[in-house]
Nanobody, 124 residues
Framework: VQLQASGGGSAQAGGSLRLSCAAS????????VAWFRRAPGMERSFVAA???????IYSDSVKGRFTMSRDNTWNTVYLQMNSLRPEDTAIYYC???????????????????WGLGTLVTVSS
Protein backbone atom coordinates (compact mmCIF):
# COMPACT_ATOMS: atom_id res chain seq x y z
CA VAL A 1 0.00 0.00 0.00
CA GLN A 2 1.21 3.50 -0.82
CA LEU A 3 0.21 6.51 1.21
CA GLN A 4 0.11 10.09 0.04
CA ALA A 5 -0.24 12.84 2.61
CA SER A 6 -1.26 16.31 1.51
CA GLY A 7 -2.79 19.51 2.77
CA GLY A 8 0.13 20.95 4.66
CA GLY A 9 1.01 24.59 4.45
CA SER A 10 1.26 27.73 6.51
CA ALA A 11 -1.28 29.09 8.94
CA GLN A 12 -1.52 31.73 11.60
CA ALA A 13 -1.93 30.74 15.21
CA GLY A 14 -5.60 30.08 15.80
CA GLY A 15 -6.13 29.07 12.21
CA SER A 16 -7.03 25.77 10.62
CA LEU A 17 -5.67 23.29 8.12
CA ARG A 18 -6.94 19.94 6.93
CA LEU A 19 -4.55 17.15 6.06
CA SER A 20 -5.46 14.21 3.86
CA CYS A 21 -3.89 10.79 3.55
CA ALA A 22 -4.86 8.80 0.49
CA ALA A 23 -4.19 5.09 0.12
CA SER A 24 -3.46 3.33 -3.13
CA UNK A 25 -2.98 -0.35 -3.69
CA UNK A 26 -5.20 -1.17 -0.75
CA UNK A 27 -7.83 0.60 1.30
CA UNK A 28 -7.78 1.38 5.00
CA UNK A 29 -10.55 -1.11 5.67
CA UNK A 30 -9.57 -3.48 8.48
CA UNK A 31 -6.39 -1.50 9.18
CA UNK A 32 -5.37 1.04 11.74
CA VAL A 33 -4.39 4.45 10.40
CA ALA A 34 -2.45 7.01 12.32
CA TRP A 35 -0.96 10.45 12.11
CA PHE A 36 2.43 11.18 13.61
CA ARG A 37 4.47 14.36 13.50
CA ARG A 38 8.08 15.42 13.81
CA ALA A 39 8.62 18.91 15.12
CA PRO A 40 11.95 20.66 14.47
CA GLY A 41 14.65 19.12 16.64
CA MET A 42 12.24 16.60 18.14
CA GLU A 43 11.52 12.93 17.82
CA ARG A 44 8.51 11.85 15.81
CA SER A 45 5.45 11.63 18.04
CA PHE A 46 1.91 10.31 17.94
CA VAL A 47 -0.93 12.64 16.99
CA ALA A 48 -4.08 10.60 16.34
CA ALA A 49 -5.25 7.22 15.11
CA UNK A 50 -8.28 5.29 13.98
CA UNK A 51 -8.04 1.69 15.14
CA UNK A 52 -9.40 -1.30 13.26
CA UNK A 53 -12.74 -1.13 15.03
CA UNK A 54 -13.17 2.53 14.14
CA UNK A 55 -12.31 4.00 17.50
CA UNK A 56 -10.32 7.21 17.42
CA ILE A 57 -7.71 8.33 19.93
CA TYR A 58 -5.73 11.53 20.19
CA SER A 59 -2.62 12.66 21.93
CA ASP A 60 -3.25 14.97 24.85
CA SER A 61 -1.53 17.81 23.00
CA VAL A 62 -4.13 17.88 20.21
CA LYS A 63 -7.25 16.58 21.94
CA GLY A 64 -10.14 18.98 21.47
CA ARG A 65 -8.42 20.80 18.61
CA PHE A 66 -7.76 18.11 16.00
CA THR A 67 -10.31 15.72 14.52
CA MET A 68 -9.46 12.59 12.58
CA SER A 69 -11.96 11.06 10.20
CA ARG A 70 -12.20 8.86 7.14
CA ASP A 71 -14.27 8.84 4.01
CA ASN A 72 -16.86 6.17 3.27
CA THR A 73 -14.72 4.50 0.63
CA TRP A 74 -11.99 3.78 3.20
CA ASN A 75 -9.48 5.29 0.77
CA THR A 76 -8.76 8.55 2.52
CA VAL A 77 -8.39 9.73 6.07
CA TYR A 78 -8.33 13.32 7.21
CA LEU A 79 -6.91 15.33 10.04
CA GLN A 80 -8.81 18.54 10.65
CA MET A 81 -6.57 20.83 12.66
CA ASN A 82 -8.21 23.79 14.38
CA SER A 83 -6.93 26.33 16.87
CA LEU A 84 -3.43 25.79 15.57
CA ARG A 85 -0.49 26.75 17.73
CA PRO A 86 3.13 27.45 16.80
CA GLU A 87 4.07 24.23 18.60
CA ASP A 88 2.01 22.31 16.03
CA THR A 89 4.67 23.17 13.46
CA ALA A 90 5.99 19.84 12.21
CA ILE A 91 6.16 17.42 9.36
CA TYR A 92 3.04 15.28 9.56
CA TYR A 93 3.12 11.64 8.50
CA CYS A 94 0.35 9.12 8.01
CA UNK A 95 0.89 5.44 8.59
CA UNK A 96 -1.15 2.28 8.34
CA UNK A 97 -0.94 -1.40 9.16
CA UNK A 98 -3.54 -4.14 9.37
CA UNK A 99 -1.75 -5.88 12.24
CA UNK A 100 -1.94 -2.95 14.65
CA UNK A 101 -4.07 -3.65 17.69
CA UNK A 102 -5.68 -1.21 20.05
CA UNK A 103 -2.93 -1.50 22.64
CA UNK A 104 -0.18 -0.34 20.26
CA UNK A 105 -2.08 1.99 17.97
CA UNK A 106 -0.01 4.95 19.18
CA UNK A 107 3.30 3.19 18.68
CA UNK A 108 5.34 4.10 15.62
CA UNK A 109 7.03 0.72 15.51
CA UNK A 110 3.65 -0.97 14.97
CA UNK A 111 3.23 0.55 11.51
CA UNK A 112 4.91 -0.86 8.43
CA UNK A 113 3.53 1.54 5.84
CA TRP A 114 4.30 5.23 5.88
CA GLY A 115 3.65 8.12 3.59
CA LEU A 116 6.00 10.94 2.89
CA GLY A 117 5.31 13.78 5.24
CA THR A 118 3.56 17.06 4.67
CA LEU A 119 4.89 20.19 6.33
CA VAL A 120 2.70 22.32 8.57
CA THR A 121 4.03 25.67 9.69
CA VAL A 122 2.13 27.75 12.23
CA SER A 123 3.25 31.30 12.90
CA SER A 124 2.40 33.38 15.92
Amino acid sequence: VQLQASGGGSAQAGGSLRLSCAASGRTFRRAAVAWFRRAPGMERSFVAAINRSGGIIYSDSVKGRFTMSRDNTWNTVYLQMNSLRPEDTAIYYCATDSSVIASNVASQSAYAYWGLGTLVTVSS
